[in-house]
């Protein structure tokens, strides 16, 4: 059979206040990122609960990102702090269970790193796609 | 060490109930079998000396039945308390899930309760019954007859790798309390952190696979007092009870055991309920591990009013980026 | 089911560019609970906008989604479109296809197919959108700014003027800041003081205007219209409101060794002290650090001499609880330290100043009286060399300075160049430039008279070393224009420091939640729109906080903070954002969890009698939020483990929709 091209499907949750703004930025600038990567925007990189990650693996992403601003400049001063905590032991826990640690990150990109945000998701797409897809999280009810 | 009997717990519910203390008892009440004990409420002496019992499986932990228990009804409510249970009790008080004052917690020590499950393997099947008879269980069986075990080679896994035997909570005790124990509770975890991501997949998709979504895990666990469960509330979006694809048990468990993270005492429930044999305990101990290696050493329900580690932060908390590296998992 | 309109905007060629916008309004009609879906070439035009307005009249819309730009170009434009037609202005939603697709992806078919699959997302959550309406809450008419250098002053008394009382906040004994330590301003070299103090003394004098000099913002809570702020007052050891302002004690008192830093440190005052002659409020204030009676109980000259009985060794720290509906941060700046600048000697040599200590030595009410003398020896410099840049636009990768410009440098220069020249047309004037920039109202004039009518030397190339020799300086520098190694015997060398935030504004910043750039400068709502306010509501900025700037700029900014603040204040009530959190009461534990986790502290426990499924009724403590402090960041919706939590706007059923809608 022969094989197509693997396009992950890649979950981006940004917070509105400077993830966000930094995709936008990327756009003002007109700096390319893979189509694969699909932003969902929230207030705070903390509104994201573990559920939606692997709510996003069960429906057939192939990686997750997390982007909030940088530790200390929370737009509510706080909120990304409990992302860090909760999303450090949430991934161990995945690894845990043999879940590909290279399938779920967080990252820091203030409204001001477009260019980061831009290498960051090409970084990530590649990730993924040299990771192949994801078997190990899927429920196959979801699958077309 | 004073050894705890029925006699004594009968006695002091006796006495707390004729002074008016309490007027009610959470005890053990025998099941179908002498080692299928479970928790019941007895109101008069009459009812408990006709059927409380004490022994290897009086194992259940009471701290959660506060929270039904003390909005039932006036008056105080007494409950036993092994060691293990204090903590389910001091973590719930933190969480305001019950009223200490409708409470009177008589803290007893714990050698260690006995897993029907170890039994049943050195003796065999048709088990019909078992006694306690000093350090050992006589254990009577249907094809085999009886056989002498000893208490030492039965223990529950959670009791094998009892973490304290310190009371950290109670109105009054019987015997002694003991100390916390340098316990090797983490070895398991430790060797499923040393197996390559693959091992520990098939690892986990083995044990998770047989899960049958029974919920007995849920319902025993005393961090698991939601007035409703996410997994029961068609509105939270993970209420899925049908087990018909193997990503369903791990969404369960993960986000059973994150939605007790930092709040689970590590009292074993868990996995001495579950029918399957899962060795839940370990996703919790895993989370425990991780929390006490990347933050600050914790044992939730310690102290009434600690601030649990997932409510909590500093701003030089390690990143997620770094979490497997730290965690130990051979990634 | 909702009946949802879908709009799909052709940006001109921005989005029609690389998406296939006609495809897109195609695919998207056959989503659940669409009845309409058309494109358009400008959606935020009036006409996009009256086209959005009748769909929603025609069909009977219950909910829009616009495919556009960013939601946060245009969410507010669309939500007002919405809610002219009737529609509550929540039930809009916006995939961002420009930004966040157009913009990034260069192929058609990719662009569009992603265009869709946003679309759908949009679509998915608007499905699950209830109208939201957003709660009120009373505004306490005064307000706080916190600093009182010019940029301080003028916006406190514009503020002032309208009618709503301010409170000043100032840091040193004195209001009046940089400007005050001026000698003249560029460009029309009028002298600092001239202009300045009557401001400070029409803002003393104001009814409206209190000053809280030599205190210090602790603490600050609350939100926008409702700030409750902690004030340090700071114990001067001087009653304030009988001190008369004589200045007896000043010249009685015999600690005369304190380095006066007003004047920068090139001479001294007494330990107790009236920063200068303007000085406002005009009070002596007990430097605690010299005095010898606070610290050894031996001497009271200045109570002795104190005809108003005005001293008080007893006087404690004062700390003040006040509320205010809006903050002006005006904190202002200071130059960098030369420390880090060994290349010109700035440490080794008491003859290599900054241009702030050079406005200084020109200062007529400076420590040479005005007179340009060397710090060193007190001689007349025949030759000066002024260098510009001075740790401003360093590169990104430099052990030291600033990336950015620090924009007022060329100008001062100028200025200090011009007026050594003019009041001693024998000193040679060298100034040594990367750049000379002058953007600004006969800003360009006036450096050109210094080099045309004045003869000052300009060289472009930067200065690589200063060498103290005897009494000299030997500078060598680069003349980049004439392709030569120049050596200079120079008097004296003046550096033109970069400027950067004052150090108070990070924590400043932390405690009012208000965003800072990479520099520590305040970051405004929109660097265009809206750039006198910061993205924390209720929150403004005035002055160098947010940027370098002239006295020119900063005034107008010091303006335009208080318009901002007056059209807050004028208002009776705010209304809120309505996307906070609540509590299913049915559902809560009353744990705890959520109150630990909220930074606003607008969760609070109720104990509520509730019938429960068995028919028993029990009593259970449950989560309350208060939808005024609330700010919605969400922490505490994942913090609660029964899911009792929620945020509206972003709900859980929300944000799991558009997860599936992507992920399909």
Redesign the interface.
């Known amino acids: 059979m022969q094989m197509t091209e693997f396009k992950p499907?890649i979950?981006a949750f940004c917070c509105?206040?400077c993830s966000?703004?930094g995709?936008?930025?990327?756009?003002?600038n007109?700096?390319?990122?893979p189509?694969e990567v699909?932003?969902?925007?929230?207030?705070?990189s903390?509104?994201?609960?573990?559920?939606?990650i692997l709510?996003?693996f069960q429906?057939?992403?192939d990686g997750v990102i997390l982007c909030g601003?940088h530790p200390g400049?929370c737009?509510?001063?706080?909120?990304n702090y409990?992302t860090r905590r909760?999303m450090a032991l949430l991934f161990s826990m995945l690894n845990f269970l043999g879940i590909e640690k290279e399938r779920t990150r967080v990252e820091w990109v203030s409204?001001?790193e477009g260019a980061k945000f831009?290498a960051t998701m090409n970084d990530f797409v590649a990730q993924i796609t040299a990771l192949g897809e994801n078997k190990r999280l899927e429920d196959l009810r979801?699958k077309k | 060490m004073q050894k705890v009997t029925r006699e004594i717990l009968l006695a002091k519910a006796a006495e707390l109930l004729a002074a008016g203390t309490v007027n009610r008892v959470l005890g053990w009440k025998a099941g179908e079998f002498t080692y299928d004990v479970t928790p019941a409420l007895f109101t008069t002496a009459a009812e408990l000396e006709k059927d409380f019992v004490y022994g290897p499986f009086s194992g259940a932990n009471f701290s959660k039945y506060l929270v039904k228990e003390t909005?039932?009804d006036e008056g105080k409510v007494l409950v036993f308390l092994k060691p293990c249970d204090t903590y389910s009790f001091n973590q719930l008080l933190?969480?305001?899930?019950f009223d200490r004052e409708r409470v009177y917690a008589v803290g007893i020590p714990c050698d260690g309760m006995a897993d029907i499950q170890r039994i049943k393997d050195q003796a065999g099947d048709g088990v019909s019954g078992v006694e306690c008879d000093g350090d050992n269980l006589i254990v009577h069986t249907l094809y085999d007859g009886d056989k002498t075990l000893a208490m030492a080679d039965c223990l529950a896994e959670r009791c094998v790798n009892c973490k304290s035997k310190k009371h950290v909570a109670y109105d009054e005790l019987i015997g002694e309390t003991g100390d916390v124990i340098d316990s090797h509770r983490f070895d398991e975890v430790e060797k499923l952190e040393k197996m390559t991501e693959d091992e520990r997949f098939a690892f986990w998709q083995n044990e998770l696979s047989r899960c049958i979504r029974c919920n007995a895990c849920r319902d025993v666990c005393p961090a698991c007092?939601?007035?409703?469960?996410?997994f029961g509330?068609p509105?939270?979006?993970v209420e899925n009870k049908a087990i018909s694809d193997s990503f369903e048990e791990k969404m369960f468990h993960v986000i059973r055991a994150f939605?007790?993270a930092g709040?689970c005492t590590d009292c074993g429930e868990c996995s001495r309920v579950c029918p399957q044999n899962i060795p839940l305990h370990l996703l919790n101990r895993k989370f425990i591990r991780d929390i006490d290696n990347f933050y600050d050493e914790y044992q939730a329900g310690a102290e009434v009013g600690q601030?649990?580690p997932?409510?909590?932060y500093k701003q030089e908390d390690l990143e997620p980026s770094e979490a497997v590296e730290r965690s130990g998992n051979n990634a | 089911m909702q009946r949802i309109g879908v709009f799909v905007c052709h940006c001109g060629t921005n989005i029609a560019g690389t998406v296939d916008v006609k495809a897109v309004a195609e695919a998207l009609r056959y989503e659940p609970g669409v009845v309409i879906s058309t494109e358009y070439q400008y959606m935020c035009s009036q006409a996009g906008q009256d086209m959005i307005h009748e769909a929603i009249r025609e069909n009977n819309l219950t909910g829009i989604v616009v495919c556009s730009c960013?939601?946060?170009?245009h969410e507010a434009t669309f939500r007002k479109t919405a809610q002219s037609a009737g529609l509550n202005p929540y039930m809009v939603e916006i995939a961002?296809i420009?930004?966040?697709?157009s913009?990034?992806?260069?192929?058609m078919e990719?662009?569009t197919?992603?265009a869709i699959?946003?679309g759908r997302?949009a679509i998915a959550k608007v499905n699950l959108n209830a109208p939201l309406t957003p709660g009120e809450t009373p505004v306490t008419k005064r307000a706080l700014v916190i600093g009182g250098g010019i940029a301080g002053i003028q916006t406190a008394l514009d503020i002032a003027d309208a009618g709503f009382p301010v409170d000043i906040v100032e840091t040193k004994p004195t209001i009046g800041g940089k400007m005050a330590q001026l000698d003249k301003t560029f460009p029309t070299l009028d002298c600092a003081a001239c202009i300045l103090t009557p401001k400070m003394v029409e803002a003393a004098q104001h009814e409206n205007i209190r000053i809280l000099s030599y205190s210090e913002v602790q603490d600050i809570k609350g939100f926008v219209g409702n700030f409750t702020v902690q004030i340090k007052k700071k114990a001067r050891y001087v009653k304030e409101d009988i001190c008369t302002g004589c200045g007896l004690c000043t010249e009685k008192c015999p600690q005369k060794k304190v380095p006066n830093e007003f004047n920068l440190e090139m001479d001294n005052r007494r330990a107790i002290y009236i920063p200068f002659a303007q000085a406002v409020p005009k009070v002596a204030t007990i430097d605690p650090n010299y005095c010898t009676m606070l610290k050894t109980g031996k001497c009271g000259v200045c109570a002795k001499v104190c005809t108003a009985k005005a001293i008080d060794y007893t006087q404690k720290d004062e700390i003040m609880e006040e509320k205010y509906g809006a903050i002006v941060a005006a904190t202002g700046f200071n130059p960098i330290s030369m420390k880090p600048f060994d290349e010109y000697a700035y440490s080794q040599s008491k003859d290599v100043i900054t241009s702030l200590e050079f406005e200084r030595l020109m200062n007529a009410a400076g420590p040479t009286g005005g007179k340009l003398l060397r710090p060193s020896d007190g001689k007349h410099p025949h030759t000066i060399v002024f260098v510009q840049c001075v740790g401003s636009r360093c590169s990104a990768h430099a052990s030291k300075g600033k990336e950015y410009c620090s924009k007022i440098c060329c100008m001062y220069t100028a200025k200090h160049a011009m007026l050594t020249r003019d009041k001693y047309p024998d000193t040679d004037v060298y100034v040594f430039y990367i750049d000379v920039r002058t953007p600004g109202k006969n800003f360009d004039e006036f450096y050109r008279r210094a080099v045309e009518e004045y003869g000052v030397h300009y060289v472009k190339g930067m200065v690589g070393k200063v060498s103290p020799e005897g009494d000299k300086l030997m500078v060598q520098a680069s003349d980049l224009l004439a392709d030569k190694q120049l050596h200079i015997e120079a008097d004296l060398v003046v550096l033109a420091a970069a400027i950067e935030p004052d150090m108070s504004a990070r924590p400043l910043a932390?405690m009012l939640?208000a965003?800072?750039?990479?520099n520590d400068f305040f970051?405004e709502a929109h660097p265009k729109l809206r750039p006198v306010e910061s993205?924390?509501a209720g929150v403004f900025l005035s002055g160098a906080c947010q940027g370098p700037k002239d006295i020119p700029e900063t005034v107008s900014q010091a303006g335009a903070a208080a318009a901002k603040v007056i059209g807050l204040l004028a208002k009776d009530k705010l209304k809120g954002n309505p996307?906070v959190a609540g509590s299913d009461e049915?559902?809560?534990?009353?744990?705890?969890?959520c109150e630990?986790?909220c930074?606003y502290g607008a969760i609070t426990?109720v104990t509520k009698e509730f019938r429960?499924p068995d028919r028993?009724t029990?009593?259970?403590?449950v989560a309350q939020v208060n939808e005024a402090v609330c700010?919605?960041?969400?922490?505490c919706?994942?913090?609660c483990?029964?899911?009792?939590m929620d945020?509206k706007g972003?709900a859980?059923?929300q944000?799991?929709a558009?997860?599936?809608a992507?992920?399909?």
């Open positions: 499907k979950v509105n206040w966000y703004a995709a936008d930025l990327a756009g003002n007109r700096l390319n990122y189509a699909k932003i969902i925007r929230v207030p705070c903390c509104r994201v609960n573990p559920m939606f709510r996003a429906r057939g992403a601003c400049d737009h509510y001063t706080s909120g409990y909760r409204a001001a831009a979801c | 909005r039932r933190t969480e305001h899930r007092t939601c007035e409703k469960c996410v509330n509105n939270s979006g939605h007790v709040r601030r649990a997932l409510v909590n | 960013s939601p946060r170009m961002n420009r930004e966040q697709c913009w990034v992806h260069k192929d990719i662009g197919e992603k699959i946003l997302a932390t939640t965003s800072m750039d990479t970051t993205p924390t996307c049915w559902m809560c534990n009353g744990c705890s969890s630990r986790v930074p426990y429960m028993t029990a009593l259970r403590r700010q919605g960041c969400g922490a919706t994942v913090a483990p029964s899911g009792a945020l972003f859980s059923s944000i799991m558009e997860v599936d992507i992920c399909k």
